[in-house]
């Protein structure tokens, strides 16, 4: 466990320090399981399964075909990409594939709008349209509909969120509010990643390779029928990844691994039923760069490395149910079970989701989606001098409704979409959260849209329970006085009202443009003030608590525009490039004396981004793919300077080689510019820094027909 810290400046010049505590956790070695699974794979290829659906080639596709595609995170039903009223981007297969990316983050890094920041070995910052730290509390996560989020702070564990990327179907993401019908933390932005059908991948498949960074790594996976209604596949991964230097360039003692194994079926019940069971299970350790309290006279806390127990899974059933061609509905409900082992604050916690959804056509002009929600979790998390929760364990529950309606004004041409939710949770009561949503069609190949949200950030356990001593001084008079952050029990929801609007169009077959443009009005934004002072006997010797506290007490707006462009100037040639360019301006209530803050939001994501992605298909069976990410210069406030994170351009390159239709040899390089660069400064979050370094890897794949 880390923290880190930043200076709160009160009146007459004295200076608090604040500390936001994040965590990290660990877990046990298993890689024998990988090596068992894939002896299971072989004595199953001899049994002649059904040949495993072949890859989808997007080669021949026109531009129009792919803004085409179905989503559903807009709107909680499918709608063409091309007349959706929302800032969405799609990443296919094709492009994980394509991507040479080993982890789910780095995928991300295509998408213009998002911050995507690595800040050790095992850890990333990720966010939309500002407001990026370790555990960015204002981005919804979601893994086929189930919610990848930790209640304690309001963020994602990312080295936890995971699954063999090739099984991803897509990968969906809104830059913008989605809180009219995903609820509370869709705040900037939501990332809904969907996995294949078990249909899509039967057979065997066998994948392996290792580089400098990736030392090691390979997934075992096996997919077939149970009788005549039930595709199922199963599958095992490990991997193995070597330290990253420190930001002194030395050893960043941050090197993990993880074993996992999952499943996955889907059954056809009826004609009009259909049922999809799937879970996991993972273990594994990490190291990081932690910072403790070494005991109460301390004057600051200590680096001191550790290793990370993680432990956990999940399990989900999805029932759909069809009424008729325009009527449908869909029952969700999953169970998630994790344990992040750490000496400072050890974490069990357990989650029960249960999600309702009916959709139907109600005349000829309207389109209805309602449904309800429900969440439990309880957690146990553990205590120590640095960083305690009060009470230590807590249960809490969350009952939302929601419903909207698509109106076609115009049939195929204008239609307006009104959405609200209604969400309760136990520490601020009710929330409202609603929407207006219109899109116009101008003609075959183009259309405007335009959005007016409202979103909430709802208070989580690190805004209300979380304790962390900071450390001591002493004082004129020989006092000694320990600084200690407490969170506020009467923490609010941060609010956000978003304005909206954007254009599409593919102007040939060769060429699309999807532009946005946004408007953000925060309200009620955290800052950090100092509160009460009170004497104190234990732990030894007595002593005077200064405390901080949470408080909401800035507000401000954010403004930008997002492009997105596919270029195919050749058959077998695609070209991608995005900018996103964002302005951010903070400022604080008069009874805040909070300044550093305001500066960090500002400063803390990148005012200009772009990307140029390019897929070649030199010859049959070889391809070549390039990306380019640039990424404008961070100043994180830090407790005691000022860290400028220079701007950088990240290159990564790949080629791949199908000799056979089953089997395909790549060859990758990440980070190619700079034996090693700098992308983030975890400030706020729980562990030291590191530099990603330059890396290479080769990887076999091979499909078991």
Not at 167 to 193: C, H, K, L
Not at 405 to 411: M, N, R, S
Not at 433 to 450: C, E, I, Y
Not at 652 to 674: E, F, M, Y
């Amino acid at each position: 466990m880390d923290v880190r810290a930043r200076s709160v400046g009160s009146e007459g010049g004295d200076a608090y320090t604040v500390f936001a505590c994040r965590k990290r956790k660990t877990l046990r070695r298993a890689s024998f399981a990988f090596v068992c699974a894939a002896l299971l794979v072989i004595p199953a290829y001899s049994q002649a399964p059904q040949p495993q659906q072949q890859e989808k080639d997007l080669t021949d596709q026109s531009l129009e075909d792919l803004m085409n595609i179905q989503v559903t995170s807009v709107s909680k039903k499918e709608q063409k990409l091309s007349r959706t009223a929302a800032a969405i981007f799609v990443i296919t297969e094709e492009d994980i594939r394509r991507s040479g990316a080993t982890n789910i983050p780095d995928l991300l890094r295509m998408v213009p709008g998002m911050d995507v920041g690595e800040i050790n070995g095992s850890t990333w910052a990720v966010s939309a349209r500002g407001f990026n730290e370790q555990f960015s509390d204002k981005l919804l996560v979601m893994i086929d509909g189930r919610v990848v989020y930790t209640p304690n702070f309001a963020g994602v564990y990312w080295d936890t969120a995971d699954c063999p990327l090739e099984d991803i179907e897509r990968i969906e993401v809104i830059r913008g509010p989605g809180g009219s019908i995903w609820g509370a933390n869709a705040v900037n932005g939501v990332i809904s990643i969907f996995t294949k059908k078990a249909s899509e991948t039967k057979g065997g498949l066998l994948s392996a390779g290792a580089g400098n960074v990736q030392q090691g790594f390979g997934l075992a996976q096996y997919g077939g029928n149970v009788g005549g209604n039930t595709q199922y596949r199963v599958y095992t991964k490990y991997f193995n990844l070597d330290d990253m230097p420190s930001l002194t360039g030395e050893n960043g003692g941050d090197g993990w691994h993880m074993l996992r194994a999952g499943f996955r079926t889907d059954s056809a019940l009826s004609a009009k039923d259909a049922l999809t069971v799937e879970g996991d299970l993972y273990s594994g350790r990490e190291g990081e760069l932690g910072f403790v309290l070494p005991s109460i006279t301390s004057p600051s806390l200590v680096a001191l490395p550790e290793e990370i127990d993680l432990t956990g899974g999940f399990l989900q059933g999805v029932w759909d149910h069809k009424y008729s061609d325009i009527s449908d509905s869909t029952l969700q409900v999953s169970y998630t079970r994790y344990t992040r082992g750490d000496r400072e604050e050890a974490e069990t916690r357990d989650t029960i989701d249960l999600d309702y959804k009916r959709h139907f056509a109600w005349g000829e002009r309207q389109d209805i989606v309602w449904g309800l929600g429900y969440g439990y979790t309880s957690d146990r998390i553990g205590s120590s001098l640095t960083v305690s929760f009060n009470p230590p364990g807590r249960t809490l529950q969350v009952f939302n409704g929601f419903v909207q309606d698509e109106v076609a004004l115009v049939p195929d041409r204008l239609y307006l979409t009104f959405g609200a939710k209604l969400e309760h949770n136990d520490y601020t009561g009710f929330g409202f959260m609603p929407s207006v949503r219109a899109s116009w069609t101008l003609g075959k190949n183009q259309m405007v849209w335009a959005a007016v949200s409202k979103a909430l950030r709802a208070p989580s356990r690190n805004d209300t329970n979380l304790v962390v001593n900071i450390g001591s001084s002493v004082a004129a008079d020989g006092t000694l006085v320990l600084t200690r952050f407490l969170g506020n029990p009467d923490f609010e929801d941060e609010r956000l009202i978003a304005y909206e609007a954007g254009y599409r169009q593919t102007l040939s077959d060769q060429l699309s443009i999807d532009i946005a443009a946004y408007y953000n009005d925060y309200d009620n934004v955290s800052t950090t003030e100092p509160s009460a002072s009170f004497p104190e006997a234990t732990p030894a010797p007595p002593h005077l608590v200064q405390t901080l506290t949470y408080q909401n007490l800035m507000y401000g707006e954010t403004h930008g525009v997002e492009i997105a462009m596919n270029w195919k100037p050749a058959r077998r040639w695609t070209i991608s490039p995005g900018y996103a360019l964002e302005q951010l301006h903070m400022h604080t209530q008069p009874t805040s004396v909070d300044t550093e803050t305001p500066l960090f939001v500002e400063n803390g994501a990148p005012h200009q981004s772009a990307q140029l992605r390019s897929h070649v298909e030199l010859h049959k069976g070889l391809e070549w793919d390039a990306a380019v990410y640039f990424v404008s210069r961070l100043m994180n406030q830090g407790p005691t300077n000022d860290q400028v994170i220079p701007s950088y351009a990240r290159l990564d390159t790949g080629l791949t080689w199908k000799p056979r239709q089953d089997l395909s040899i790549g060859v990758a390089g990440q980070n190619l510019q700079s034996d090693h660069h700098f992308e983030f400064e975890d400030v706020f979050g729980s562990m030291q820094s590191g530099q990603v370094k330059r890396s290479a890897y080769a990887k076999f794949t091979w499909q078991i027909r």
